[in-house]
């Protein structure tokens, strides 16, 4: 499964983005996909995670209730509300595909696909 994310960009805090994930084979459909991202200096850190149903979502605390991921049959997207983005969150974003049998996952060992990751900065 090969995985590339679009929608990279600079926004203004306070600001709105979305970012989409895509896949190169229909195995995607069948296994949990999350984002997970990197800022300059830091460890990895998960964003946002749903299962292949897209009924299972876990998100971090630090995204609660301002960001919304979402799938379709081929895309999962993810997207963030308006007015809500902070300077803090300027990192490199990645999309993520579990192992198979792996629902919603918090934990990066979850995780085999990844994609290549698209920057986000987020400007005063």
């Known amino acids: 499964v090969q995985l590339v994310e679009s929608g990279g960009v600079s926004v203004q805090a306070g600001g709105s983005l979305r970012l989409s994930c895509t896949a190169s084979?229909?195995?995607?459909?069948?296994?949990?996909v999350g984002w997970f991202r990197q800022a300059p200096g830091k460890d990895f850190e998960f964003v946002a995670g749903?299962?292949?149903?897209?009924?299972?979502?876990v998100y971090a605390d630090s995204v609660m209730c301002r960001f919304t991921i979402s799938r379709g049959n081929a895309k999962s997207t993810i997207y963030v509300e308006k007015s809500r983005l902070k300077i803090k969150e300027t990192a490199r974003y990645y999309c993520?595909?579990?192992?198979?049998?792996?629902?919603?996952?918090?934990?990066?060992?979850?995780?085999?696909?990844w994609g290549p990751g698209t920057q986000i900065t987020i400007a005063s």
């Open positions: 993520a595909g579990t192992f198979p049998g792996v629902w919603a996952a918090r934990a990066i060992f979850e995780y085999k696909y």
């Open positions: 084979m229909c195995t995607f459909r069948s296994i949990g």
């Open positions: 749903v299962s292949w149903t897209g009924v299972s979502i």
